[in-house]
Nanobody
């Protein structure tokens, strides 16, 4: 059974930092590209960051560029999202997701590409 378990969300003041973790089990972690999405109240879910299975290629949403960093630890089957300089508009439920990838340098932009999803982590940034 495939499972993605997220941790690390919470409440933080504007300008602060949080790190989200997403640990996978039940699959071969390195065979999958990874993504982080978020959904704010009343808004559609959007891509925050995507990383290829090998970790070499990364895409960030313009809104988080230079503030968020996605990284992999294949030994721990875990993908991270380091969030710095947080803003109130970053408040959302954050989801990790995995997409089967036949190419180590490919990342995926759309929700439909992702087969497995974490349970979601609430991130709240106060002003």
């Amino acid at each position: 059974q495939v499972r993605l378990t997220e941790s690390g969300g919470g409440l933080v003041q504007a300008g602060g930092s949080l790190r989200l973790s997403c640990k996978a089990s039940g699959l071969v972690f390195r065979d999958y590209a990874k993504g982080w999405f978020r959904q704010a109240p009343g808004k559609q879910r959007e891509l925050v960051a995507a990383i290829s299975s090998g970790g070499a290629n990364i895409l960030y949403a313009d809104s988080v560029l230079d503030r968020f960093t996605v990284s992999l630890d294949n030994a721990k089957d875990t993908v991270y999202l380091q969030m710095d300089s947080l803003k109130p508009e970053d408040t959302a439920v954050y989801y990790c997701a995995l997409a089967m990838s036949y190419y180590t340098n490919t990342f995926y932009r759309t929700e439909g590409d992702y087969a497995y999803w974490g349970q979601g982590s609430q991130v709240t940034v106060s002003s």
